[in-house]
């Protein structure tokens, strides 16, 4: 399986910009679809982006689309979400996750995901 770890969270301010990013160890993401979930304690994990293995189709959830882009470099085994026009309800912890399918299509179930890192938290503030 593949190991993956989170970077770049931390505190903005309401409107600001954060761009998370996840490295990849142990297999290429080449074959993966990956995708970005958050949660808030209490709720359930969701789901926030994805991408296909290729990069040639992406996925958002309404809450976030048009203000985060999400993009992969199969090269450097990694993957980003640039988060712009940051709301406090976009406060959580994010995860990147890989599914072990190729194709176009992304899935958003937390169930189709084998692999998870271990999360990096996002704070916006008013």
């Known amino acids: 399986q593949v190991q993956l770890v989170e970077s770049g969270g931390g505190l903005v301010q309401a409107g600001g910009s954060l761009r998370l990013s996840c490295a990849a160890s142990?297999?290429?993401?080449?074959?993966?679809?990956m995708g970005w979930f958050r949660q808030t304690p209490g709720k359930e994990r969701e789901f926030v982006a994805g991408?296909?293995?290729?990069?040639?189709?992406?996925k958002y959830a309404d809450s976030v689309k048009g203000r985060f882009t999400v993009s992969r470099d199969n090269s450097k085994n990694t993957m980003n979400l640039q988060m712009s026009s940051l709301k406090p309800e976009d406060t959580a912890v994010y995860f990147c996750?890989?599914?072990?399918?190729?194709?176009?299509?992304?899935?958003?179930?937390?169930?189709?995901?084998?692999?998870w890192g271990q999360g990096t938290q996002v704070t916006v503030s008013t």
């Open positions: 991408i296909s293995w290729s990069g040639g189709n992406t």
């Open positions: 996750a890989a599914a072990p399918r190729g194709g176009l299509l992304i899935v958003t179930k937390e169930s189709s995901y084998a692999s």
């Open positions: 142990g297999r290429t993401i080449s074959v993966y679809t």
